[in-house]
């Protein structure tokens, strides 16, 4: 596995995205799935982790499991190996045919999955990406083998006899099928490799996934399409021929556009200076990553107000940028503020409106602003200082951004023919920039460390004052219920109320003592739905006016999974459906038992409302922390944090929406901390 090879252009990617520390895991698994070999190193990493799932789900399932250093750790040892790789002209021109094919084959298996009703798109896309990594290990492991069929078959080397005349089949769809059932893959993810290249008559009754994998492939390797490709469209999936060229159609323009913004089509004949490029710039990457791990060596432990000289000298070794300035945003956000020289107090004050300066305007816009001397007589006064100071032709001036504040801006002073390098590497400019807002608000250890103890222990302060109210509330209800007497009407809704302070008490627990302070043990899954659905009812349902239908399942196992993660997810689907339907809609609540997905078992726990269903482009980020369609006060952060309590469970959210509502599936397996497919 570690010698798979990937395309040079597609690590430079990869590594961009990876100089971003706040990148999502749905945003890296994206960029990862470009790439067949890296696509398995990450899938093999993350099997090997100690106390995580055998299998996964998708990639991104994969990434959250080994966090955002691991999977870099991974990418910087392919990228390695991919500079020190002598891959001749020849053998680099069958990579590029090979990812081509690839994510074609993985882009059609998609479309068709989605068209044809197969509930796990990702699945067809993995499966068609995986379809031809048997020819990489083939590639790999057989060098001097392959050296010769490349050499003897110039137009498709990975047909010849010699590669495919085998008892079993052909040599790389062995090897393929044997390194994914190393990495404990689906089975029908599997067969979807080990058949793609079967006749479409011998496989019109196998498993959805692989007829899917078959015709994609089939489809992606066809161009134009051919008379035997249609026929197997509409043997396996009643496809007619206009549709069928027309997803072939989308499907090649798709994958046309991505090589051209990665530069694939240049190296297609195998140029050797194309290749050195490629590994000339992902070269410059690792360097670039190299350097940024070394930033913080270069602060002495003074404060923010004495770093501006060694700021300069920071970004003169990185840049070779003899001149900058840095701008840090103050406490409350409301300012941002410069040194220069040894003083004391900041040489410039900010404040952060629009309209003030072009420092303020790039940060509030979050986009760098490259500013030229002949601009410079219609600039604000605050502007042309920061001109005069930096003695540049040109300004470039980097707002400096993590996913969920602001921390301030970098402005470098740059000489003539400086520009157009710089905006090649905003990205790192960037990574720079926040590698250095690091280094320095890390500069007075002691300080930092006192601060940090005294917020702990601030919190844990605040978590025993506020357990105090909690507990005289306890008390109250204790002599409410006995005022009123056990057989009293209002004895429900006070046990309900009494088991929601405690669900704080667990919370502000959790905040004290970590996560595990919050689990219990088993406990009935209806009894936790029937908590939640009766307090749900008699409050918002009944300002609302909305119908809360529940249907539980007689005879439901206890569960193991932790009840304040279910009950935290049942609030938040509960309260989003709410928002998203009208006065007088419905919302269900069901639960069911046993659940069969593909042999395994799983408990369902069903969300459904009347509402209006959600826009193509928000079931597109469902579970990224994106502003929602409810309005600005609603920040869309409640899927995401379902998304993280169900990754915590290792259970499955599934989401399906339309004009007439919508409908939320959690599947809970029936070994916690287990996937149910490792059953």
């Given amino acids: 596995m570690d010698a798979l090879p990937s395309l040079p252009r597609v690590l430079v990617r990869i590594l961009d995205v990876l100089q971003d520390e706040g990148a999502d895991p749905g945003t890296l698994s994206n960029v990862i799935l470009q790439d ?36 870099k750790a991974v990418v910087i040892t392919a990228a390695m190996q991919q500079v020190f790789e002598q891959f001749s002209p020849r053998r680099q021109g069958f990579l590029n045919r090979l990812w081509r094919t690839a994510l074609t084959t993985a882009s059609l298996g998609k ?140 499907a090649r323009d798709e994958i046309a556009h991505l090589a051209a913004v990665l530069h694939i089509d240049k190296c297609e004949g195998g140029g050797g200076a194309d290749i ?88 509030l816009n979050r986009h760098p602003i490259p500013v030229t001397a002949a601009e410079r007589p219609g600039l604000s006064v605050i502007d042309q200082q920061i001109f005069g100071l930096c003695s540049a032709e040109t300004l470039w001036i980097q707002p400096l951004t993590s996913h969920e504040k602001n921390l301030g801006v970098l402005v470098l ?25 690091r280094a320095v608000a890390e500069q007075d250890a002691p300080a930092g460390f006192a601060e940090t103890t005294d917020t702990e222990q601030h919190v844990r302060e605040m978590v025993h004052e506020a357990g105090n109210p909690l507990g005289i509330i306890q008390n109250y209800l204790a ?38 302070a919050s689990r219990r043990g088993p406990e009935s899954l209806n009894e936790v739905v029937g908590r939640v659905t009766d307090v749900f009812a008699a409050s918002i349902g009944v300002t609302r006016n909305l119908a809360i239908e529940v249907e539980l399942s007689p005879d439901l196992p206890p569960t193991n999974h932790p009840s304040d993660h279910i009950r935290q997810i049942l609030t938040n689907l509960l309260k989003n459906a709410s928002e998203a339907i009208k006065n007088g809609g ?69 989401c399906s929406s339309s004009p007439s509502g919508t409908r939320f599936q959690l599947l809970l397996p029936h070994s916690p901390g287990m996937r149910a497919t490792d059953s």
């Fill in 36 to 71: 067949v070999g890296l696509t398995g190193r990450v899938i093999a990493a993350a099997r090997s982790e100690p106390g995580k799932p055998r299998r996964f789900e998708s990639v991104e399932h994969a990434v959250r499991a080994l966090g955002q250093p691991t999977v």
């Fill in 111 to 250: 479309a068709l999955a989605i068209l044809t009703g197969y509930p796990r798109p990702h699945e067809a896309y993995l499966a068609g990406l995986f379809a031809d990594v048997g020819r990489l290990v083939r590639l790999t492991a057989v060098e001097s083998e392959y050296d010769r069929l490349l050499a003897g078959v110039p137009e498709e080397p990975d047909t010849c006899p010699t590669d495919t005349a085998t008892p079993a089949g052909p040599r790389h769809v062995a090897a393929a099928v044997a390194l994914m059932e190393g990495w404990e893959l689906d089975p029908f993810l599997v067969d979807a490799v080990r058949y793609h290249l079967e006749p479409a008559r011998r496989i019109r009754d196998a498993h959805h996934l692989v007829k899917l994998t078959n015709l994609a492939y089939a489809m992606a390797t066809s161009d134009p399409v051919s008379d035997r490709t249609l026929e197997t469209a509409d043997l396996l999936f009643g496809l007619n021929e206009g549709l069928t060229r027309e997803l072939h159609r989308q």
């Fill in 276 to 363: 050195d490029d490629d590994r000339r710039m992902l070269g410059e990457r690792l360097q670039d990553l190299e350097q940024l791990e070394h930033v913080k060596e270069e602060f002495a432990p003074v404060g923010p107000q004495r770093q501006h000289s060694t700021v300069q000298r920071v970004v003169f070794l990185t840049l070779g940028v003899e001149t900058s300035l840095l701008f840090l945003i103050d406490e409350d956000a409301a300012y941002l503020r410069a040194w220069t020289g040894e003083a004391e107090e900041p040489a410039f004050v900010l404040r952060l409106e629009r309209g003030r300066s072009l420092v303020t305007d790039a940060l």
């Fill in 413 to 437: 002073g740059l000489a003539p023919g400086q520009l157009s390098r710089i905006e090649k590497r905003a990205a790192f400019v960037q990574a720079l920039g926040m590698q250095i807002v």
């Fill in 479 to 516: 002599m409410l219920g006995l005022k009123l007497g056990e057989h009293h009407d209002a004895q429900h809704e006070i046990g309900i109320i009494r088991e929601e302070i405690e669900r704080v008490g667990r919370i502000l627990m959790r905040m004290r003592e970590g996560p595990e």
């Fill in 586 to 654: 419905r919302i269900r609540v069901a639960t069911r038992d046993p659940v069969n997905v593909n042999g395994h078992r799983y408990t369902e726990l069903t969300v459904e409302d009347n509402g209006p269903g959600l826009p193509p482009e928000v079931m597109e980020k469902l579970f990224s922390p994106v502003e929602s369609t409810k309005g600005l006060e609603h920040q869309g952060l409640g899927l995401n944090i379902v998304k993280r309590l169900v990754d915590d469970m290792d259970a499955i959210i599934l």
